[in-house]
């Protein structure tokens, strides 16, 4: 499938690169219907690869890149169900974007994340993924996870942990916090930086570039350079399924989701 | 060092015009959720404006429960 439109979803060839477009409003929240298209994407790839040199994601929403998981799906499944099914529910979820994230992470060709506004949560373990982020001004970056009593789930730790030093970690796992560009390019997150509104334009000509190397070049670099940290991966959803049964969490989700007031998104 | 007044000034220029409010409108004691019509999501791009033009840092969490434009001064103030 080298064209695909769908709801949360669309992905084409342009100029020679894979361009995978997050599209659902209001700012691609990674739920069901997101991880069922970013699976027929990974599906897709072998074929897409044949006519591709390189991946640019991208966000069309104008909140961000992505604000996450769907907080509010994850809360009205869990409460319509049994304790045990609903902690089933998030094993089967967590195990099926870590196959996901680990394709991407994991694919011959560069990869390049072009991020911009709101980057959150899952929105930023999947820019993680990529070799290369790029992001404009407005972009912000955060784990929030800690306020809901959980930790990153779709691989964010292990992936932080590969790419920047262990006390950026604590400080941002463990404050919450979210950060801007600037800082995210200071600790090494970011590459590049453009301006508002050509973040795609500069992803873009970068992904143009890596049509001058060699694939199987390419590859061997990465593969030196990127090892996928399997085993701490493993051992994420682990502790995420653990701390998911408790009581914090689902008090933690109630007052996120019955946020009627302006803050949802601020510690 | 800006004074307080000269930061809060600041603010409210850059606030209206991001967000395309008559500069007029706005008081240093308004709640700025109300006043610029504006939620979490774009507050936080308040924020990273704020953080750009003024070139420094501001945790989030500083301004938990902040909603008008002279407490965010203050807040901002101690980071110059």
Redesign the interface.
């Known amino acids: 499938m080298s064209e695909f439109k769908g709801q949360a979803l669309s992905w084409q060839i342009v100029n020679g690169a894979i361009e995978l477009t997050l599209r659902r409003e ?2 691609n929240e990674i739920g069901l219907a997101t991880l069922e298209e970013l699976e027929k994407f990974v599906a897709a790839l072998p074929e897409l690869a044949a006519g591709g040199h390189a991946l640019v994601i991208h966000s069309t929403s104008k ?2 890149f992505s ?1 996450g998981a769907d907080l509010r799906e994850l809360y009205h499944r869990s409460q319509q169900v049994e304790k045990a099914e609903a902690a089933r529910g998030v094993r089967d979820f967590l195990e099926r974007i870590h196959t996901v994230m680990n394709t991407i992470d994991a694919l011959p060709m560069t990869t390049i994340a072009a991020v911009h ?2 980057t959150f949560g899952g929105g930023f373990e999947l820019a993680l993924t990529c070799d290369i982020i790029i992001a404009d ?4 970056f ?1 784990f929030p996870e800690l306020r809901l009593g959980l930790i990153p789930g779709f691989g964010g730790i292990p992936r932080l942990k590969r790419d920047v030093g262990n006390a950026v970690v604590r400080d941002l796992l463990l ?9 995210a390019q200071q600790i090494g997150l970011v590459s590049q930086i453009a301006a508002e509104g050509e973040v795609l334009r500069v992803a873009r000509a970068t992904a143009s570039q890596m049509a001058k190397f060699d694939r199987t070049t390419v590859l061997a670099a990465k593969r030196f350079i990127k090892p996928i940290p399997y085993d701490e991966l493993k051992q994420e959803i682990e502790i995420f399924c653990n701390l998911f049964t408790q009581p914090a969490v689902k008090e933690g989700l109630r007052k996120f989701v019955e946020n009627e007031g ?6 | 060092m800006p004074t307080n007044d000269h930061t809060l000034d600041e603010i409210l220029n850059l606030a209206a015009t991001h967000f395309k409010v008559p500069r007029e409108k706005l008081t240093p004691d308004d709640d700025f ?1 109300k006043t610029l019509g ?4 774009q ?3 308040l ?3 704020l ?2 033009h003024f070139r420094i ?1 501001l ?3 500083e ?2 429960g902040v ?1 008008d434009f002279r407490t965010l001064a203050q807040r901002i103030q101690s980071r110059l």
């Open positions: 209001p700012c909140a961000g604000a506004g709101v001004r407005t972009a912000r955060c404050t919450g916090r979210s950060f801007n560009v600037m800082k302006p803050q949802p998104y601020l510690p | 959720f504006i939620d979490s999501l507050a936080l791009d924020l990273t404006r953080e750009h840092e945790p989030d969490y301004l938990q909603s």
